[in-house]
């Protein structure tokens, strides 16, 4: 079965980095493209990055544009998410995706001095 499982989460100041994992398992991860989702509570998930299947195009929204950035390791099954220059509005559970159906539990992130 499908499995993702997100980690490297965690408390940064403003100003900080963090690196996020999302280790898969159970399909044919290098046929895939892959998301990297966010939500806070009361609002919706936000798209925030998505990467080809290959790795060689990478979209972003607006408000993460130029400060993260999204990867893959197809040998080792695993997307990241790169993540600098923190705000306090990136504080938010982060979420990723495969196929707009499966999802991993989350890894929070709280960016707060």
């Known amino acids: 079965q499908v499995q993702l499982v997100e980690s490297g989460g965690g408390l940064v100041q403003p100003g900080g980095s963090l690196r996020l994992s999302c280790a898969a398992s159970g399909f044919t991860f290098s046929s895939y493209a892959m998301r990297w989702y966010r939500q806070t509570p009361g609002k919706a998930r936000e798209l925030v990055a998505t990467?080809?299947?290959?790795?060689?195009?990478?979209t972003y929204a607006d408000s993460v544009k130029g400060r993260f950035t999204i990867s893959r390791d197809n040998a080792k099954n695993t997307m990241y998410l790169q993540m600098n220059s923190l705000k306090p509005d990136d504080t938010a559970m982060y979420y990723c995706?495969?196929?707009?159906?499966?999802w991993g539990q989350g890894t929070q992130v709280t960016v707060s001095s």
């Open positions: 990467i080809s299947s290959s790795g060689g195009v990478a």
């Open positions: 995706n495969v196929r707009d159906y499966y």
